[in-house]
């Protein structure tokens, strides 16, 4: 029998049980399960990874050039903070020690502020730019999302387990991330398994924005974004970025990348009932606005 195209009818059916399947494997790891990191990787992988030999899930879809993803650390790595990187975690200090966790988004998503208090927009990036993005660092180890969905999903268990250890690997052990208390002591978690729960949530939150619609856009004019690669290989970047005043004050540095436009973006909070928004405390008007990177 030959085998026949699937309708996008057909596709989007799929993307509905892989996010499903995403949540229950995210509620799993919140509940204590933190080797579900390894079949969330597998998941994601199945949505976002595209290569010559096999087509994602959101390629068949038509939506890796349209859905914008949530850079939830509303930040970028620089190459010149000497200090080692962590940008999906946060750490936890109770009575019971100190922990790695991720972000999350309830109590983060439009809660950032800048140095004049004012709430700062989300940050949402095309995929490319997004998958790429240095989000571990130690010295000149750079670690981005592809880089850690690719290892846990294809080495370390989420479809394949490799018979060598590779150095991603030393990214488990919290004591690569040079937090010491007094006493010497290190914080408990998993710093890898950890980044790849909040690269769940991420996805997660782009999906609901994505379906939402805003109320108003605003473009940015001369505004735009400059994205850097630090790495050699074409087939594994490792990006960072800086917010341009415009576009004549592009860097010299032969590591520049890409240059973007962006837009803001507004969203009413009443209309746009979304999950991951923390109602346990008062949202500051009914609005909240994000950047979406073109």
Not at 259 to 280: A, E, H, L, Q
Request: hydrophobic share 35%; glycine share 4%.
């Amino acid at each position: 029998m030959s085998r026949q195209k699937r309708s996008i009818k057909e596709n989007n059916d799929k993307l509905k049980v892989q996010l499903e399947l995403l949540r229950s494997y995210a509620g799993q790891f919140d509940s204590g399960m933190i080797h579900m990191a390894l079949p969330m990787a597998t998941q994601i992988r199945v949505l976002i990874h595209q290569t010559n030999n096999s087509n994602s899930l959101l390629h068949q879809l038509d939506l890796e050039n349209k859905l914008k993803f949530w850079h939830s650390p509303n930040s970028s790595f620089s190459p010149h903070n000497l200090l080692t990187t962590w940008d999906l975690l946060k750490m936890s200090i109770g009575s019971e020690g100190a922990f790695y966790l991720p972000l999350g988004s309830k109590e983060v998503f439009n809660r950032s502020r800048d140095d004049s208090n004012n709430i700062r927009p989300e940050i949402f990036l095309p995929l490319e730019l997004w998958w790429n993005q240095t989000v571990f660092s130690q010295r000149s180890d750079y670690v981005s999302r592809k880089d850690i969905v690719q290892f846990i999903a294809n080495k370390d268990g989420g479809a394949h387990v490799d018979e060598e250890k590779w150095p991603i690997d030393n990214y488990k052990e919290s004591q690569l991330l040079g937090f010491y208390n007094q006493n010497g002591d290190s914080p408990d978690g998993n710093p890898l398994y950890a980044a790849m729960r909040q690269i769940a949530e991420e996805i997660l939150v782009s999906f609901e924005v994505f379906e939402s619609s805003p109320i108003r856009v605003i473009p940015s004019f001369k505004q735009a974004v400059e994205f850097f690669d630090l790495s050699k290989h074409e087939s594994n970047k490792h990006l960072y970025f800086n917010f341009l005043r415009d576009r004549s004050y592009k860097s010299n540095d032969q590591s520049s990348f890409q240059i973007k436009d962006f837009s803001f973006k507004y969203y009413d909070y009443d209309k746009n009932n979304w999950s991951f928004i923390d109602k346990s405390e008062p949202i500051i008007g009914k609005e909240c606005s994000i950047i979406e990177v073109k």
